[in-house]
């Protein structure tokens, strides 16, 4: 992984040799920073809680985040039915709205607690994690406009959290950077900064899950680099086309692995460019978005769009997984002048894809397609797991908080000013 900076060591012990040669003294030097914090995430699919176990160092410039133990535990079908429905309009009674908030909470609290216990049976003598930082389940998220503070609701809270697994939890990590006017989205964008620089690359940090999200990191070198680091939410990640596999396979998918149906099909180009005229790709960054806007409304109206077209499925799933990788090439000719599109470009700037939607071979396809002079990647490559990143980023994020250090990145969400992130709920 090319990080810019050496890696701090937690425990390191060095000998030193007097300049006459004979004295042995050793000093043994303590990262006090060093702290087992746990991260939990579920996102837009509403896939299951992603779950790391994090030994983090530094600060921000020496930030190092080894990932000691990750797993993905599934919500009980239950749960995540009426999630998918509350995220699609469905109505809740209040007392509805805390059961879920509760139910969601035990499952988080129970991921939280697999995920020490997994830790432990590896590394029996392994000091257990002291804090949670729990990104919770979105179920609603209204991006900021100029008239109107955004809204952005996780369910899952922090304090039942903290009560069951007997462990400090940090949530609600949104809310003070819509407070500060900023979209409360994304927030990866700072922890992608100091876990994915590379001195001489341009890296385009793109996250494919339900909805898809770019961090762009200037190379570290650079003077100022830190300054340029920007992100949005691109658009579509998986969600319309999750969607459109569910409805076209009459439930017997819920995606498309690989990219493989959409692969036998043929891309309709018309549509696309129809499409890509849509407010939201045209409109300039700090912008969000989520399932609210890119979901089974806006697919209704994209298939209507398509009857003209006469489309077979595959037709239809090839043009809906362009849309997402040219939504995202896009993006970055539109708002990153930084892209350059001279040929011999390709060897200083890569995208790096995390994210489910990194494993469909024919959406990377189209994404090379759209975007010829850059390498793509995976965050993997880079060293950082692309399944638990965003998982990462939270248990980041709480440590962060817990050590007073602003979370989010104004060139990223547009808030005023760099702020805390998120509620502290200790153990009473
Ligand atoms: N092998 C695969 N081939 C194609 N698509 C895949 C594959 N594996 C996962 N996916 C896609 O990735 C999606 C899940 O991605 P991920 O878990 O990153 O989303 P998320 O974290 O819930 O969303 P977000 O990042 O928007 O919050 C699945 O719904 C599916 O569409
Ligand atoms: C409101 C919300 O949950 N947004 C998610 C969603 O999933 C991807 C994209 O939209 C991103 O903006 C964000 O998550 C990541 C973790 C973020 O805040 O950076």
New binding site residues.
């Given amino acids: 992984m090319a990080i810019p900076h050496p890696p701090t060591p937690v425990l390191s012990r060095s000998t030193g040799i007097s300049e006459f040669g004979s004295a042995n003294i050793e000093i043994a030097t303590v990262d006090e920073t060093a702290m087992k914090v746990i991260g939990l995430?579920?996102?837009?699919?509403?896939?299951g809680i992603?779950a790391a176990l994090v030994e983090i160092t530094g600060t921000t410039l020496d930030l190092r985040a080894e990932l000691l133990a990750g797993e993905t535990y599934p919500y009980p079908e239950q749960w995540r039915s009426q999630i998918l429905a509350v995220c699609g309009g469905a109505k809740l009674s209040m007392l509805e709205l805390a059961d879920l908030d509760d139910a969601i909470a035990t499952c988080f609290a129970r991921a939280a607690m697999a995920i020490q216990e997994r830790y432990k049976t590896d590394v029996p003598d392994g000091a257990s994690a002291t804090l949670i930082g729990s990104h919770g389940q979105?179920v609603f998220h209204r991006p900021t406009t100029d008239s109107k503070m955004g809204y952005s609701l996780q369910l899952g809270r922090g304090e039942l959290i903290a009560a069951i697994a007997q462990i400090t939890t940090i949530d609600n990590f949104r809310a003070a950077d819509i407070a500060a006017g900023g979209q409360g989205a994304p927030l990866v964008p700072k922890t992608d900064a100091y876990l994915l620089g590379d001195p001489v690359e341009h890296r385009y940090v793109q996250?494919?899950?339900?909805?898809?999200?770019v961090t762009y990191l200037p190379p570290t070198s650079q003077p100022d680099w830190e300054q340029k680091v920007c992100g949005w939410d691109t658009g579509p990640?998986?969600?319309l086309?999750?969607l459109a596999v569910t409805q076209l396979s009459e439930g017997k998918l819920?995606?498309?692995?690989?990219?493989a149906w959409a692969a036998t099909g043929n891309v309709c180009e018309p549509l696309v460019r129809q499409w890509l005229t849509q407010a939201y790709f045209c409109t300039p960054p700090p912008k969000s978005t989520g399932r609210e806007l890119f979901g089974a409304e806006y697919l209704k109206n994209c298939l209507a769009d398509a009857i003209p077209y006469q489309l077979t499925p595959a037709d239809l799933l090839a043009t809906l997984t362009d849309l997402t990788a040219s939504s995202i090439a896009d993006s970055y000719r539109q708002f990153l002048p930084q892209l350059s599109t001279a040929a011999n470009a390709k060897g200083s700037q890569r995208v790096l894809l995390?994210?489910?939607?990194s494993?469909?071979?024919y959406?990377r396809q189209r994404l090379q397609h759209h975007l010829p002079h850059t390498q793509i990647a995976t965050t993997d490559e880079a060293g950082v797991d692309g399944?638990y990143k965003?998982a990462i980023a939270f248990a980041v994020l709480a440590y962060w908080r817990d050590r007073q250090i602003p979370g989010n990145l104004p060139t990223a969400t547009g808030a005023k000013q760099p702020m805390l992130l998120g509620d502290v709920h200790p153990l009473e």
Wanted: hydrophobic letters at 20%; glycine letters at 24%.
């Fill in positions: 995430m579920s996102g837009t699919s509403v896939d992603d979105t996250n494919i899950g339900g909805i898809g999200n990640g998986n969600s086309l999750d819920t995606f498309d692995r690989d990219g995390c994210g489910g939607g494993r469909n071979l959406l399944d965003e």
